[in-house]
């Protein structure tokens, strides 16, 4: 079976490189479609032994994914940006995957990076080459749509979901969208599309969501209710729609409907990992409503879940800390600084918590490497905790960090 790497790009110079280095032991083939590009992009592509072909840009993803699809050669295909990564343990699942006679679509477990408080999604990126099967919406492109059609006509295929987080995805950390306006050309098509398909759920959602994040709540929250109208609408979509109104509940103070919406959310029959998001944001609601056992649930499951969710201990550590269970509080910020090392907040509240266990010195050493983080990321925050420490006659030991870029 012949797999093919099949991608959209445009001045992707950056971030390519570690792209296609992930991928060039698994595939057999790379397709690049080039949308415009001013820079290297191109020729690093060529480097890589890609077939290279270009395309004018016209504010559709789906049509330039279409149109790169022309190019493929294989069996199989694989559709990834050039901000994703293959991870090194999906390699052979995805090949036992495609000797599957049956299969026609797996879905793709992604991480999230800079995502922290979604860490992890669920994309249809890897699929049979099939001529009925083409990418629609002008924005977040998918399959689905062709395949739902396809499988009246088809009904013998299945579908499979990777065991193993497949893709690393770095578009969504603050520097890579500043670069990129990628939140303005989202907007923009997503608005386009939607006027002529006002009751899309998916687009509902991805919109939704982008007004809310960006301050709109109220046309947000309008357009997450309506997508939860569709009585069709499957559980990975249905979480999404439920997980973003409870953030939306939860920033208007509207404890009790946040409450529900996470709640809607964590009940949908997905794979656990996804529901990291809603658990970590439930729990801390409950927190921060004093609901402090209750909280630890959430927060307790999200960790089960993934060990390695820094989220999940740091605001643990806050429900240990509110509780007065010092000792638990003390191991929950370690192990957030474990999996996060330049986590502020952690060291910070470490220090609290130090300093009502009697331990001035080892409080001072952390508020110290909290100042020492914050001097890097946030000035007026650094200074702000420097001045209260004097204020209490206290002074902070120097340190110097180093921040990973």
Partial sequence: MKLSLCMIVKDEEQALPACLDSVKDVVDEIVVLDTGSSDRTMAIAQEYGATVAQFPWGNDFAAARNQALKYVTGDWVLVLDADEQLTEEAGPHIRTA?????????????????????????????????????????????????????????????????QVVALIHSGYEVKAIAQKNKQARAQAAMEAYIADHPDDPYVCNKLGALYVNSGKTKEGMALLKRGLKDINIEPPLAYELHYHLGNAYARKRNMDKAVIHYQGAIAQNIFPILKLGALINFGALLHEAGEYEMAQRPLSAAIEIDPT?????????????????????????????????DYAQAYQNLGVVWFKCGNVDEALNYFGKAIAILEQTNLLEADQLRRQLKDMGFEAPQFKVQLEV
Avoid at 148 to 160: G, H, M, R, S, V
Avoid at 319 to 335: P, R, S
């Fill in 309 to 341: 969710c820094m989220l999940a201990y740091y605001n643990l550590g806050l429900v240990f800390k509110a509780l007065g269970h010092y000792q638990n509080a003390i191991a929950a910020y370690e192990k957030a600084i474990e999996l996060q090392p």
């Fill in 98 to 162: 495609m000797a599957d006679d049956s299969l026609l679509v797996v879905s793709l477990i992604r991480q999230e990076i800079g995502a922290v408080q979604s860490p992890y999604s669920l994309t249809s990126r890897l699929f049979r080459r099939h001529e009925a099967i083409r990418f629609d919406r002008p924005y977040h492109a998918l399959i689905d749509d062709s395949v739902i059609a396809l499988l009246k006509a088809e009904p013998q295929w299945n579908f499979a979901t990777l």
